[in-house]
């Protein structure tokens, strides 16, 4: 704020300058005292609040822009303090469904966009998120790519991560893998630095960390993780001072476990909600973080407090100190709902704007159009069936394969195996598939192939750009001429997922901007995603999630075995593992 904004802020809350805007009739819920203040007024000046109490005094002018709440609540804009909002859709479709719901701010990361596009992609997406009614904030991408070693991207600079840190708008460094922390990586000993130097936090991802690695973790200055997954690891992290981000989302859903320990404890200062990602279908039915608080209330957590973990929890964690809170000096950023029930929204306000209001928008939205240079970015050329064939070591062997866990978790299987023939090939039969991750970056054929174990597919293959972090492309199939198809439909399309049968591709869901971003419509990329999971069942796929755990196969920031574009990795050892073993 300039010296001119904050003395006319002043005289404005001294009732000496008359509002923007008031409205009456409100029941303001006070994050601070966890009380509320019925029958009250609210007063705004440009974008920020100037008054709340009983009355409005003398601030009502003739041009003074009056609403009735009719007893409605007046919470904070609630703001999602973790969630990746870089890739499948643009922040434009997201604020178009986000704000119904109150969510008026996000803390977003950008690794996968740094992935995929490197400094110029995250520079784009940054600039897409611009003139919204809505408030960015960004982390920077931590480790891109985690394991330069033994897995390829774009990747992102020291150089880059020291201009982009220094932005007011960013408030601090990505989620960083434990292990990488524990290990010393320079990369991240600089980050970890340099962001605390700046006030700024140090986001965590501590899946599988326990007792004195866990602390050790803490130690480095990390400050929060959204990876417990029950009462246990969310209160080993609160022992540690690490802020707890309770995970309702896309990715997983851990609140109704975590609950429990909501009910129990006294000071709740230190756990925020957060989506991790909002799935896309969710995300136009029911918004973002306003079903959050409603999960918490059912689950026994009392109105405030489940309010405070989406609104002055998320604030005061990211020194956002001019949101969180309806209060004089604070923006104007809150949302009118009709109880503390079902917090059914009446009425969003952004920046002292009135933005929606049942449902209907009260301002417009602005499309982003990403350049042109953010297509076509995938290099490879044609793949043949011949590169994606793997040769025996001998005529009885074991395979080290792939084994989906869950959704997201991986194992370590040695099936055996006996051939008389030059290649080996996949056993439908006995669930063995075949997989490939491809450097993208590489006009030449550049990749490492492997085997997956749990999927069910019977026949056809299924290629994505959508793989986390690294944005390669992962090839998964029973057909080495289906699995080429799908590839090479990919490329040709600048990416996405492809599902592909006899040659014939039954359904797409393209992602032309950097191969993991599509500009469509939110609706159509939800209808394209739904597709994609009925085509890859009809193959005989049995996971219960297709779409979201084939872009964590390639994932090496969960346990325990991964294939990448440089070979099969063993992720505790953090070191690359025999495809085969001989018997």
Known sequence: MTIEETSRLIEAA????????????????????????????????????????????????????????????????????????????????????????????????????????????????????????????????????????????????????????????????????????????????????????????????????????????????????????GPEEALERLRLGMAVQIREGYIRKELEAIAPLLRELRDLRNFMLTTDLVSPDELIEKGAMMELIRKAVRSGCPPIEAVQMATLNPALYFGLRDMGAVSPGKYADFVLVEDLNDFRCLSVWVAGRETIRHDEWMVSIRPFRYPEVTRGSIRTQTVHPEQLRVAPPDSRFRIRAVSLVNETITREVLMEYRTDEEFVRCDPDRDLLKMAV?????????????????????????????????????????????????????????????????????????????????????????????????????????????FMTFQTLCFTGLPFIRLTDRGLLDVRKGELVNLFDVV
Not at 194 to 200: D, M, P
Not at 463 to 490: E, H, K, P, Y
Request: proline share 5%.
């Open 14 to 229: 001294l009732g000496k300058l008359t509002l923007d805007s008031v409205i009456v009739n409100v029941h303001v819920l006070n994050v601070y005292t966890g009380r509320i203040e019925r029958d009250s007024v609210i007063g705004i000046l440009g974008e920020r609040v100037a008054h709340v109490g009983k009355d409005a005094g003398g601030r009502i002018g003739p041009e003074t822009l009056v609403t009735d709440a009719a007893g409605a609540y007046a919470l904070p804009g609630l703001i999602d303090g973790h969630t990746h909002l870089d890739s499948m859709f643009t922040c434009p479709e997201f604020v178009k469904y986000a704000l119904k719901g109150g969510n008026t701010c996000a803390v977003t990361e950008t690794a996968m966009i740094a992935n995929a596009l490197g400094y110029d992609g995250v520079k784009y997406f940054l600039a897409s998120c611009r003139g919204l009614p809505f408030r960015f904030y960004f982390l920077t991408p931590a480790l891109a790519p985690p394991f330069p070693e033994l897995e390829t991207s774009r990747g992102f600079s020291g150089e880059e991560f020291d201009r982009m840190i220094r932005r007011h708008d960013v408030v601090g460094v990505g989620e960083t893998y434990w292990p990488r922390a524990l290990a010393l990586d320079p990369r991240f000993l600089h980050h970890s630095v340099t962001a605390r130097s700046l006030g700024k936090t140090c986001e965590g991802h501590a899946a599988g960390a326990r007792g004195e690695r866990l602390a050790a973790y803490a130690a480095s200055g990390v400050g929060s993780c959204h990876e417990a997954t």
């Open 438 to 546: 491809i450097d993208r970056s590489s006009p030449d054929f550049k990749g490492c192939v492997g085997f997956l174990h749990g999927a069910g597919i019977r026949s056809g293959a299924l290629a994505t750009s959508l793989i986390w972090d690294t944005c390669n492309i992962l090839v998964v199939g029973v057909s080495d001429t289906d699995m080429a198809t799908a590839v090479n439909r990919l490329i040709s399309e600048g990416g996405g997922v492809f599902v592909v049968n006899q040659e014939e591709v039954l359904a797409s869901c393209p992602f032309p901007v950097g191969g993991i971003l599509s500009e469509a419509p939110l609706p159509q990329i939800v209808a394209d995603m739904d597709q994609v999971e009925q085509a890859i069942r009809r193959l005989g796929c049995s996971v219960t999630r297709p």
